[in-house]
């Protein structure tokens, strides 16, 4: 067992009761103090600031101070997931309540142990790419009912290939960034040309991504037992999306300026070594996949997603309730697909899930979904309707994973819509 993945740990810092953030996840992020950027784990509502206690020689192994001293976490991850593996051990030991070398020095306490509200969180990782999946059978199925045919839901390649595109980087923002309400050309159905202004569709996709810590060359593959050496760990991902330029826009190469105007992402990678006790089976393969798509062990994970709508006149109000152990594509199978051409993977890439839905109506992963493309609008807590996402809302997304004894979660993706 990861000893930093013990249910039996306390640590000395006082962890809020139902906080995602116990000593047994540890998550990586970026945070800014006194103008610097550096790397810092997460814990309660603190965070451990990694540059500072590097520095006093306690992790009792040195990193180069450029790891830590760094805006983003790309050369902590790309140490590779034996050294970050070591790291988040080694920092869990001193957080423990049964070591005090940390907790007795008071000096070097305060000066790596922040409150979490005296610093700037940052976006952590610097994306080289985004690749967005499509991985979930029931939201493809649902979609493919809406805009294609009910009797043909799936399209006859879905079950053999984890569907995908190449999604824009540099729109990708942090929890707690508001965005523009996108302008794009759109066509109604009963309207005979297109026109250009502001969405009237503007919806969420419920999803997670996984970062990538380790490279291939160029012409080379990964299988399905390697890729879990290539992937660091996750987070929650809103992937915003205008239907009514989707609809116009995404035939015959697939979406576009319907989703580049922005996904917005949770701000602490949560890694894969954290989330191993909440590993389950997936959905039953069939057909049996190629080859190269085959794997063994379990690849899926029940981590518990909900959404919440707020707005201006009403607190928060949960319209979706979903779990990410409904892939029916896991993440070792998309990354070997992704390189079974032979593309280059990188140190910092990010591959989200596509909007994961379950099977049941308050599961659907969107208002597309939950509204059946706004037949059937979704009635708010002042009585107002909602068929897509109006200006002024704010989306919340919340994603943890919970057994008898840890619970460990992603915090949350929270952003407000401004007007176009
Ligand atoms: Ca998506």
Same mark, same amino acid.
């Given at each position: 067992m990861i000893r930093a993945n013990d249910p039996n740990l306390r640590s000395w810092i006082p962890i809020p009761e139902h906080s995602d953030f116990p000593i047994q996840n540890l998550p990586l992020g970026v945070i800014q103090v006194k103008g610097k950027h550096h790397v810092a784990m997460r814990i309660g509502d603190y965070v451990v600031d990694l540059a500072v206690l590097n520095k006093s020689g306690l992790l009792g192994v040195d990193f180069v101070d450029s790891v830590f001293q760094n805006e983003f976490i790309n050369d902590c991850i790309g140490l590779g997931k034996e050294m970050t593996r070591d790291l988040r051990n080694r920092v869990s030991r001193l957080l423990d309540d049964k070591h005090d070398e940390l907790r007795t020095n008071v000096d070097l306490?305060?000066?790596?142990?922040?409150?979490?509200?005296?610093?700037?969180?940052?976006?952590?990782?610097?994306?080289?790419?985004?690749?967005?999946?499509?991985?979930?059978?029931?939201?493809?199925?649902?979609?493919?009912?809406?805009?294609?045919?009910?009797?043909?839901?799936?399209?006859?390649?879905?079950?053999?290939?984890?569907?995908?595109?190449?999604?824009?980087?540099?729109?990708?923002?942090?929890?707690?960034?508001?965005?523009?309400?996108?302008?794009?050309?759109?066509?109604?159905?009963?309207?005979?040309?297109?026109?250009?202004?502001?969405?009237?569709? %503007?919806?969420?996709? !419920?999803?997670?991504? *996984?970062?990538?810590?380790? @490279?291939?060359?160029?012409? /080379?593959?990964?299988?399905? $037992?390697?890729?879990?050496?290539?992937?660091?760990?996750?987070?929650?991902?809103?992937?915003?999306?205008?239907?009514?330029?989707?609809?116009?826009?995404?035939?015959? %190469?697939?979406?576009? !300026?319907?989703?580049? *105007?922005?996904?917005?992402? @949770?701000?602490?990678?949560? /890694?894969?070594?954290?989330? $191993?006790?909440?590993?389950?089976?997936?959905?039953?393969?069939?057909?049996k996949p190629l080859p190269y798509l085959q794997f063994e062990g379990d690849h899926n994970y029940n981590i518990e997603l909900e959404v919440l709508i707020e707005s201006p006149r009403f607190n928060p109000a949960r319209i979706c309730h979903s779990n990410y152990k409904y892939m029916y594509w896991n993440m070792v199978q998309q990354l070997a697909h992704h390189a079974s051409n032979g593309c280059n993977i990188q140190v910092g890439d990010l591959y989200a899930s596509g909007t994961i839905s379950g099977p049941i109506k308050d599961s659907f992963g969107s208002m597309l979904e939950l509204t059946w493309r706004g037949t059937e609008p979704l009635k708010m807590p002042d009585s107002t309707e909602r068929k897509f996402i109006n200006d002024n809302d704010t989306v919340i997304m919340r994603a943890f994973s919970k057994n008898e004894q840890v619970r460990i979660g992603f915090g949350e993706v929270v952003t407000k819509v401004l007007p176009a």
């Open positions: 306490r305060e000066s790596c142990i922040l409150p979490i509200s005296t610093v700037e969180v940052c976006m952590p990782i610097q994306i080289g790419n985004y690749t967005d999946f499509y991985s979930s059978k029931e939201h493809a199925t649902n979609v493919g009912t809406m805009f294609r045919d009910p009797a043909n839901a799936l399209l006859p390649n879905w079950k053999h290939i984890p569907i995908g595109y190449h999604g824009r980087a540099s729109s990708i923002v942090l929890s707690g960034t508001p965005i523009k309400r996108p302008n794009g050309q759109t066509k109604a159905p009963d309207q005979d040309a297109p026109v250009f202004g502001a969405s009237k569709q %503007l919806d969420f996709e !419920l999803e997670m991504a *996984f970062v990538t810590c380790k @490279s291939n060359p160029l012409g /080379s593959t990964i299988s399905t $037992k390697e890729a879990e050496e290539y992937i660091h760990g996750m987070v929650l991902f809103n992937d915003w999306s205008a239907r009514d330029m989707q609809s116009w826009e995404y035939v015959p %190469l697939g979406p576009f !300026l319907a989703k580049s *105007f922005a996904s917005s992402m @949770s701000a602490w990678v949560v /890694s894969m070594d954290a989330l $191993k006790p909440f590993r389950v089976p997936g959905p039953q393969q069939d057909p």
